[in-house]
């Protein structure tokens, strides 16, 4: 079992036709199942031409109609990004998710509020997120394939190269991962640690959770809380940003510790008090999941 996706998902990439859109679409349609699921690209320009056997169209529910794809990703550059997470939104897909880093944070809580205001259906991963993997069935987005193995384990994670980083440590003590769900480090994003926790704990594939978050914002405070009452697995946790001092912007656009608020040290205090295992060592992620699996 998996979350998110699955070998099948059928997947549109929304940019196609652009140098990040072309090199990442070949790479995913090289892992596991790929090939079959990723079945349309979306450029207005260049509708009726391919990409490598990929029929292109000029709208997202043009795509939809034609090849019954219910997942969308976007590499679409900053400025016409929020647009294309909107277009997916409207043609109703199951799940939309942005990789683009340096969308402007004014379009996307406009983007935001107009998904909330009409109910939308489509559930949205990221902005500036390395996407979602289920090992050896499908990867959607920027993740190296290769690290990752099948298995019971749930990754979720604020930062690209931490969630490779859990990945690594865990396929090397031979702990396969059920799915790696990269959600992003932007303020205005998608899918919340809480959200992610949430298909985790109802998912029967699952049977504990690596839980990375890093400094800026109260959404790591918000899931620990949610899982001291309800989660039914084990969690551990990691919080980048240690050494941050305050008041500086670290990284990420949401890394920043504001009033107080945010810093690693009370993210940490909370998820401990909640019962999750912390570890405040990167190279130790994998080894302690371990320590808590049965």
């Known amino acids: 079992m998996s979350i998110l996706i699955d070998k099948n998902t059928r997947v549109i990439t929304q940019g196609i036709t652009g140098k990040t859109g072309q090199f990442h679409t070949r790479a995913c349609r090289e892992y596991a199942n790929g090939a079959q699921c990723f079945v349309a690209g979306v450029n207005p320009k260049k509708a009726g031409q ?41 043609a109703e897909l199951d799940l ?51 690290i990752h193995r099948k298995g019971t384990i749930g990754v979720v994670s604020r930062s690209g190269t931490l969630t490779y980083e859990a990945v690594a440590q865990l396929t090397e003590l031979g702990l396969g991962q059920s799915t790696a769900v990269g959600i992003g ?17 109802e998912d029967p594939g699952t049977d504990a959770v690596v839980m990375i978050g890093e400094i800026g914002g109260t959404d ?54 909640c019962g999750i295992r912390v570890t405040r060592d990167p190279s130790q992620m994998g080894k302690l999941l371990k320590s808590v699996l049965k």
């Open 220 to 273: 790591e405070e918000t899931a620990a809380l949610w899982a001291k009452e309800n989660m039914t697995k084990p969690v551990v946790g990691f919080i980048a940003g240690v050494t941050a001092p305050a008041g500086k912007r670290m990284g990420h656009a949401g890394a920043i510790i504001s009033g107080g608020k945010g810093t690693a040290a009370e993210k940490l205090e909370v998820m401990e008090a």
């Open 50 to 90: 391919d990409f490598e056997g990929i029929p292109i169209f000029g709208s997202v529910r043009e795509a939809k109609q034609a090849t019954g794809a219910n997942v969308s990703v976007i590499y679409v550059p900053p400025a016409g990004a929020a647009a294309a997470i909107w277009e997916a939104a409207e």
């Open 185 to 201: 480090g932007d303020p205005v994003n998608g899918l919340k640690h809480l959200d992610v926790l949430k298909m985790f704990n």
């Open 96 to 146: 939309a998710i942005c990789i683009t880093e340096g969308i402007p944070v004014r379009d996307m809580i406009e983007v935001r509020d107009k998904m909330r205001k009409c109910n939308s259906k489509t559930i949205l991963l990221g902005p500036n997120c390395p996407g979602v993997i289920t090992p050896d069935e499908l990867k959607i987005g920027i993740m190296p394939g290769h």
